[in-house]
C-alpha cells in the first residue's frame, strides 16, 4: 500500500514564504513522476507542478511559473514545493500524488493534503 503524507503547510502572509514536504512509503519512489495539486474552497482541484522521475524534468501551471519550485530526493522519497512570493489566491489544500508517464502524467495515488493559507 503507497502512503503519501504531506506536511508544511500553515498560515503564512502575503509575500511569504513556505515549503511543502511529501513523504513516501515504498521502494519504487524513483520510478514515478509526483505532482502536487491545490484546491480552493468551492473550487475543484487544479494542478500546480510535477517533476519526473529522476528530477530531470519539470512542469508548472502558468499561476506559480517563477514563484513555486518543486524537486524531490529520491534517497529519501520525498518531494517538495518551495513556494515564495505567495499570495493570498495561492490559499488552498495543497495535495501530493504519485503518477505515472512523462509528459502525459496519470495520477494513482493521492495524500491527505495540507492546508495553505495566505493573508493579505
Known amino acids: 500500500q503507497v502512503q503519501l503524507v504531506e506536511s508544511g503547510g500553515g498560515l503564512v502572509q502575503a509575500g511569504g514564504s513556505l515549503r511543502l514536504s511529501c513523504a513516501a512509503s515504498?521502494?519504487?519512489?524513483?520510478?514515478?513522476?509526483m505532482g502536487w495539486f491545490r484546491q480552493a474552497p468551492g473550487k475543484e482541484r487544479e494542478f500546480v507542478a510535477a517533476?519526473?522521475?529522476?528530477?530531470?524534468?519539470?512542469r508548472y501551471a502558468d499561476s506559480v511559473k517563477g514563484r513555486f519550485l518543486i524537486s524531490r530526493d529520491n534517497v529519501k522519497n520525498m518531494v517538495y514545493l518551495q513556494m515564495n512570493s505567495l499570495k493570498p489566491e495561492d490559499t488552498a489544500v495543497y495535495y501530493c500524488?504519485?503518477?505515472?508517464?512523462?509528459?502525459?502524467?496519470?495520477?494513482?495515488?493521492w495524500g491527505q493534503g495540507t492546508q495553505v493559507t495566505v493573508s493579505s
Open positions: 515504498g521502494r519504487t519512489f524513483s520510478t514515478y513522476a
Open positions: 517533476i519526473s522521475r529522476i528530477g530531470t524534468s519539470t
Open positions: 500524488a504519485r503518477g505515472l508517464g512523462w509528459p502525459e502524467i496519470e495520477y494513482d495515488y
